[in-house]
């Protein structure tokens, strides 16, 4: 065959190849999917064991660093591997302070404040719902719906049920049982990997190098360390300003007595993990709280959070915290409706460090294609001949 005529063969036959396989994918859809979640299930645990070790490392590697410069002017430096298990081991300790905490301040705050709201709204119903119906609305559904959330009822629900409840008992201790050992092997999988993951890192390096041409292998490990920097900056530098804001809103709140300090503090510190949006999104759910039980106090609410929240991003966040990802608040709000869109919650969170990995790859092609550009404009053009 010419080979004029060989290289339009080949396109025509790889073009029926890939278009074969995109109808196979599309027609079997279904039993791709379901054959894709299977095999994820079975590498669940490794997965998650992979996830939960991603996470955990952003604070074992700042008490890793801490560490090694304590030490780094010592006679007698300890080993590595000594100092790592130090770091995981105080990383866990802190890990289950953090859950102690919660469980026994925060969850009690936060079912007192919610206990007392749910009484605040059952009193001043009947004035609501007759404002309410003055301009036509009706509300006896609400009410009714309002009045049936008692606990003797919820009681009785749950006794008519409990021989529902019996006979599914099996399958729900097989799924717990089952959920233990899934997590329990993922935690075991996680401390594996987070005290081996340099030499995780030199086998994974090594295998892309034997496989992969030297400049694929080196972009793929340039990507992998802005990923692996951009999320743990993100994410350590995002639950830091969380806790700090939530921690000043509940201070602040308990000094000038604004209603459900608590509460409004909680909502801050879970909010503020979406950046610009979060903050919005904590002062209107904080003052409508606050213009419920105590009309008086919302237009303070509202200037006493916005102080907090100004003082914190110009003087707190900047220090301790810094420029987590880089990204102006133009491409901060787009990651987060695209995230919001694709995701819901978790993709306005997980989205803002990949825009700006996508940002940063783009900007290292841009200045390179500049700077090769440049480059030809000043080569002197060919001599005539």
Known sequence: MKPKLRQPLVLVTLSAIICAVIFAV????????????GIAGIFMPVIAGFII?????????GLERLF???FSRAKHRPKKKLLRLVSLILTIILLVLVVFLVCTLVFPALAESVSSLYTFVLKKWPEWANILDDYGINTSKIGSWLNGLDIK??????TNGASYLISSAASAVSSIITGVVS???????????????????RQAKKILRAFVPDRTAAYIEHVASLFNDSYSRFFSGQCLEACLLG?????????????????????????ALIPYIGAFASCGVGAFLV??????KFLLCIILYLVVQFVENQFIYPHVVGSSVGLNPLWTLVAVLIGGNVMGILGMIFFIPLVSILITLLRE??????????LQEKEPPPEAE
């Open 247 to 271: 921690t000043l809103i509940f201070l602040v709140f308990t000094i000038f007595r604004i209603p459900y300090a608590a509460l409004i503090g909680i909502l801050t510190a879970v909010f």
């Open 53 to 61: 070790a991603f996470v955990l490392n952003v604070p074992m590697r």
């Open 26 to 37: 599309i027609f079997n859809s279904e039993k791709i999917f379901g054959l894709l979640k």
């Open 68 to 70: 090694t410069k304590l």
């Open 291 to 296: 213009l419920l039980t105590a009309p008086e």
């Open 183 to 201: 997590f329990f092997m993922s935690t075991v999988v996680a401390l594996y990997v987070l005290m081996s993951k340099d030499d995780l890192v």
């Open 153 to 158: 009822t919820m009681v009785s629900r749950l």
């Open 365 to 374: 092609h841009t200045n390179a294609a500049l700077a090769r550009k440049s």
